[in-house]
């Protein structure tokens, strides 16, 4: 177990912990407490990677658990921010649907022995994701974060569409 894969199973574990302070208003600051656990946990998505590749150090549980562990974290924001009322259920509808559709023709692409990388497109639709995500978890919805949100929704279609588009072969039904 090296210090990549590690940083992953914290990030699974950090998952709960979020959920707990974004959806129980224990103190003034819970909703503060949640981003921050929302952030640390997205940094360790970057640090593994880091890691990982400066020092060798990608393994098959890596590979598989460290985006499964990202969709968990995405999933629960989601889903909580659906609960307190700061994200449209749709907003989560089309990010996880993408997420799925994704999965399914990296899962394909894996079992022809093709990895995908992803593209400036994915990058741009992760980051803004971050974005629109931490700012509605700390403060809420309002008119800036919702364009944030939706600014990120269009770049998780257009991620989307690019990706089946470039990958097209993964997906025909042998």
Not at 28 to 47: C, G, P
Not at 51 to 57: G, T, V
Not at 92 to 121: K, P
Not at 134 to 161: E, K, P, Q, R, Y
Request: charged letters at 15%; a positive charge; proline letters at 2%.
């Amino acid at each position: 177990m090296n210090t990549p894969n590690k940083l992953t199973i914290l990030r699974v574990l950090l998952v709960p912990v979020f959920m707990i302070f974004m959806l129980h208003n224990w103190f003034s600051f819970s909703r503060l407490i949640a981003a921050i656990i929302f952030v640390l946990a997205f940094a360790t998505d970057w640090l593994d990677g880091y890691l990982a590749r400066k020092n060798n150090q990608v393994t098959n549980f890596g590979k598989i658990m460290d985006p499964l562990a990202d969709k968990m974290l995405t999933t629960a924001a989601l889903v909580c921010l659906n609960v307190t009322g700061d994200v449209s259920a749709w907003v989560t509808i089309i990010i996880l649907a993408r997420e799925f559709i994704v999965s399914g023709v990296r899962i394909s692409a894996a079992s022809e022995g093709n990895v995908i990388a992803a593209s400036i497109w994915g990058k741009a639709k992760t980051m803004w994701q971050f974005i629109a995500l931490t700012l509605a978890i700390w403060f809420g919805a309002n008119l800036f974060i919702d364009i944030c949100v939706w600014l990120a929704v269009v770049l998780t279609i257009v991620s989307g569409v690019d990706y089946l588009v470039k990958n097209a072969k993964y997906l025909s039904m042998k």
